[in-house]
T-cell receptor, first 110, second 110 residues
């Protein structure tokens, strides 16, 4: 089954404690991206990757890092999370024929 | 910079009615446009994808149209049902960038 998986689905953490949200797709897609969704602000792109070892900033990259060492995985790293990064995060992948989204990760930073 | 607008932000209609959701965009140089639905707290489910060379796509009770020259897309829902209640988002893909509208929250009243 074609899918995008994210882990964890829910995470509560404290300010400054490094965390990683994993994203994996099994469709051999080249393009992967991360979004955050906040009430009243819609979906905003954090980072995207056109292929392995090729990443670029989206609209709201501050406070986030990503890596793309293999095609299937695109982890999102928060080196020092802050409360303003409390949000619902989505990973997505595509091959030019539409996007597939993961189920979302609800992150709360206290 | 591409801007995507969805009006209205919220819509409530009685069950059985036909309805139209709107998506407008400022830059007509797009590769494709995709409509999604999102249930509260959940991920995005793809509904219809229209390539830039196409005028419309249909799936069941849904029909999406695309008019690049006027920067508009519409999502037509026929014979609406309570299960159609969700937030509907449109997404534009241009060169490397994907931009989402803020969505229309649709409520179908039994």
């Amino acid at each position: 089954e074609a899918q995008v998986t994210q882990n964890p689905r829910y995470l509560i953490t404290v300010t400054g404690k490094k965390l990683t949200v994993t994203c994996s797709q099994n469709m051999n897609h080249e393009y992967m991206s991360w979004y955050r969704q906040d009430p009243g602000l819609g979906l905003r792109q954090i980072y995207y990757s056109m292929n392995v070892e090729v990443t670029d900033k989206g609209d709201v990259p501050e406070g986030y890092k990503v890596s793309r060492k293999e095609k299937r995985n695109f982890p999102l790293i928060l080196e020092s999370p802050s409360p303003n990064q409390t949000s619902l995060y989505f990973c997505a992948s595509s091959l030019g024929q539409g996007m597939y989204f993961g189920p979302g990760t609800r992150l709360t930073v206290l | 910079k591409q801007e995507v607008t969805q009006i209205p932000a919220a819509l409530s209609v009685p069950e059985g009615e036909n309805l139209v959701l709107n998506c407008s965009f400022t830059d007509s140089a797009i590769y494709n446009l995709q409509w999604f639905r999102q249930d509260p707290g959940k991920g995005l489910t793809s509904l219809l994808l229209i390539q830039s060379s196409q005028r419309e796509q249909t799936s069941g009770r849904l029909n999406a149209s695309l008019d690049k020259s006027s920067g508009r897309s519409t999502l037509y829902i026929a014979a609406s049902q309570p299960g159609d209640s969700a937030t509907y988002l449109c997404r534009i893909q241009g060169a490397q960038k994907l931009v989402f509208g803020q969505g229309t929250r649709l409520t179908i009243n039994p």
